[in-house]
Every structure is written in C-alpha cells, then in structure tokens.
C-alpha cells in the first residue's frame, strides 16, 4: 500500500502533466492561428500579382490598339495618365472627362488621301503631281515616319526596355582581353546570343557557367574587341564591386521582367539616337533590402517573386 508521501508525489506529477498539457494546447492553438494567417496573406499575394499581371495585360493591349489607330490615319486622344484620372474626381471616369482632361493632346495622323492632288490641283500648280516628280526617284519613307510617330508616343520608362531571364550556356575568357568574358547566353529564341561583358574580376568562369541571370535584350549589338556582344547581363554595381542579379526562385528562361506602374511594350531595338537606356539607367538601383527597381519598382516576374541582389545594398544596376 502506497504511503502518503508517494500519493503526495503522484498528485503533483498529474499536476504538472495537466500544466503541460494545457500548454501544449495553447502553442498548438497559436501555431495554426499564425499557419491559417500564412495561407491567407500567401493567398492575397498570389491574387494581387495575378491582377496587376491582368491590368498590365489591358494596358498592352491599349496601347497596341492606340498605335495601330495612329498608323492608319484615325485622331484620335491619348490615354489619360493615372494621375490624370485621379485628378478628374473618379477612378472610372466617364468619356466625358477623359475627353477634358486630354482635350490639347489630340494627335491627328496624316490621311493616306492628303498627299495626293486631284486633277485640277495639277492644272493650277502647272506641272505634275508630288507623287509623278517622284517617280523615277526614291521611294517616301512613310515607314520611317510612322516609327517617328509611335516613338513619340511612347513614354521614356522602363517599359521601353526588354529585360528578360536567360541562361549562361557556356563561358570563356576573350582572347584579347584580360577583363572581358565571352558567353553564350540561351533567351528562348532558338539560337544562343553573344555576351561579352566584363566580369573577369568579380566572378569565376565556374560561377556564372549554367545560371540563370538577367539580361537587356534589344540594345543595339555592338563590338567588344572585335566580338559582337547582343545583350547586357545585368548586375548590382559599385566603385569596387559587382554582383550579378539573382533572378526568383521558380525562374525560367524566357521570363519577362515586369515592373509595375509601367506597361509599355518594350523597343524591338533601342535607337542610339533617342538615348533611352541613357535616361532610364540612372533610376535602376538596388533597394537597401537588396530588391532591383526602377524608381521604388521592383525587377519583378509575375507570380515568382523579385529580382535581387546577393548582398549589395543601396547601388546601381548597370
């Protein structure tokens, strides 16, 4: 038969069991609040980048719409900026007040009638038509003229630029230069591109062979010590170092880099003339929590995440 003292000590040891296992409940409680609470924000994250991918899409779409009415001849009102529309009292405004707030932006494209001459037009000039002197000479350069136009319709921004994730295929010093690298650099296209980009100093030939990275497709390709470099490999940059971006988890070849706020359709080819990249590079930085953007935007893939720097803080992207 058990004593007192042993029944004392049984006692307190289903107290403190008891005590535990009321612990264990409240910690298992809390645990799936914070584990429901995760799914939930996880949930709303994927369904806000889902719509700002939907209302990146319709801006596309307007815009292509907007520079194929300006190519065949229609007047026609620019869209109103954000700014514009919040000014107007309404985020949905009406017909009537886009029509107002953009009222002196009207842009009218040439009829393909007006630069024909009716006969009588010729009988008071005395001489043949435009078109007739031209004849035996030169075509116009309408197509010319209508890539003038849709790049003055086009805003400097980000957009303007075609960044895109490819892989380093295959790496290899130039053979003229100490500094420079060469690489063949898959996009998707079919065929491999030519990179030559200097990053001797900063990284091995077995660190960059086989990764993804970020790259500036439509520059216009240009010589390197002889070698014809098609895109630029984008890294975070400072006086001393240099860091290739780390593209997000999920990555793949192809993938487009996004930026919100700014929906333009990339430049086939960016024309050294119109020194767009040399007005946008200046707002491409690295964050001080290490994300890529452009003026507080991130470098961003649509459902994967942001681009980042490895450790570098507070520089730019070059």
């Not at 010590?225 to 890294?235: F, H, T």
Request: proline fraction near 6%.
């Amino acid at each position: 038969m058990a004593s007192e003292a042993e029944i004392q000590l049984m006692e307190d040891r289903a107290n403190r069991a008891d005590e535990i296992i009321q612990t264990l409940r409240v910690e298992l409680a809390s645990l799936q609040q914070a584990a429901v609470a995760q799914l939930v924000e996880k949930g709303s994250r994927r369904l806000r980048e889902e719509n700002e991918a939907l209302k990146r899409e319709v801006q596309d779409l307007k815009r292509s719409l907007y520079k194929w009415q300006v190519r065949n001849g229609a007047t026609l009102v620019p869209l109103p900026s954000e700014a514009e529309l919040k000014s107007s009292g309404s985020p949905g405004a009406t017909p009537a007040v886009v029509e107002q707030t953009t009222a002196d932006k009207r842009i009218t494209a040439p009829a393909p009638e007006a630069t024909q001459k009716s006969p009588g037009d010729k009988a008071k000039t005395g001489g043949v038509g435009k078109k007739e002197k031209n004849k035996g000479g030169k075509k116009e350069k309408e197509p010319r003229k209508q890539q003038q136009q849709e790049e003055e319709v086009a805003a400097v921004d980000v957009s303007r630029l075609d960044f895109r994730i490819g892989r380093m295929v295959s790496v290899k010093k130039h053979p003229d230069a100490d500094t420079l690298y060469i690489e063949e650099v898959d996009l998707g296209e079919g065929k491999h591109r030519t990179v030559v980009s200097g990053l001797v100093k900063h990284c091995t030939i077995e660190e960059m062979t086989d990764r993804l990275c970020v790259f500036m497709c439509n520059l216009k390709p240009a010589k390197m010590r002889g070698i014809l470099s098609e895109a630029m490999v984008m890294c975070a940059s400072s006086a001393e170092h240099c860091e290739i971006l780390v593209p997000p988890p999920g990555s793949e070849i192809g993938d487009a880099i996004v930026f919100d706020g700014y929906s333009g359709t990339p430049d086939a080819m960016l024309n050294p003339k119109k020194k767009v990249w040399e007005q946008v590079a200046p707002d491409l930085q690295v964050s001080n929590d290490r994300v890529a953007n452009y003026k507080g935007s991130p470098f961003s893939i649509a459902g994967k995440g942001f681009v980042m720097s490895p450790s570098l803080t507070n520089v730019q992207v070059k």
